[in-house]
Each structure stands twice: as structure tokens, then as C-alpha cells.
């Protein structure tokens, strides 16, 4: 059964950074997949954050083009999540899952937390 675990979450000041990683375990084709991250803030929906093919290529939806960056390591079954210029707005719980379509049971996330 594929497991995804988050982490790197925490509490940061507006402008500040984070860097997210999930490991994927379990899951023999992670290299093969098209891997993303979400996010759940309090109220809302989860929405698609970023993907990254199998090939490295990235997509970002519009609300963090320029300021969050995704990446992989296939050999550690890991996908990364670099946050800069954080602002209050993305503040919510980051998941990870295959994308464009989550298809695994979700993690437990990971929180982030954007203070003024």
C-alpha cells in the first residue's frame, strides 16, 4: 500500500520560507508518475498546488508562480516543495499525491502556518 508522509511544515513569518518534502513509500513507480503538491487551508477546498512529470517538467497554478518551487528526487521516492515570499493567503495544510488526479489515500500533511 503506498504511504505518503509529509513534513516540513511549521510557523514563518510573512516573506519567510519553508521547504515541504514528502516521502513516498511503497510505490515502486514513482519515477514513472506525475507527482504533486496541495493544499487544504481552513474552509476551503484542496487545491492543486504544483506537479512535476516524470520528465522535471513543472506546473504551478498562477496564486505561486514565482514564489514556490517543486522538485524530485526519484531515487529517495521524494518530492520537494521549496516555499519563499510567503503570504498570509497560503497558510493551510500541504499534502502530496499524483497529479493531476490524486489517486493514493492522502497523507496526514503537513501544516504551514503564515503569520503577520
Known amino acids: 500500500q503506498v504511504q505518503l508522509v509529509e513534513s516540513g511544515g511549521g510557523l514563518v513569518e510573512a516573506g519567510g520560507s519553508l521547504r515541504l518534502s514528502c516521502v513516498v513509500d511503497n510505490f515502486d513507480s514513482f519515477n514513472a508518475r506525475t507527482m504533486g503538491w496541495y493544499r487544504q487551508a481552513p474552509g476551503k477546498q484542496r487545491e492543486l498546488v504544483a506537479s512535476i512529470d516524470k520528465n522535471g517538467k513543472t506546473t504551478y497554478m498562477d496564486f505561486v508562480k514565482g514564489r514556490f518551487t517543486i522538485s524530485r528526487e526519484n531515487t529517495r521516492n521524494t518530492l520537494n516543495l521549496q516555499l519563499d515570499k510567503l503570504t498570509l493567503e497560503d497558510t493551510a495544510l500541504y499534502y502530496c499525491?499524483?497529479?493531476?488526479?490524486?489517486?493514493?489515500?492522502w497523507g496526514q500533511g503537513t501544516q504551514v502556518t503564515v503569520s503577520s
Open positions: 499525491n499524483n497529479a493531476p488526479y490524486p489517486f493514493y489515500s
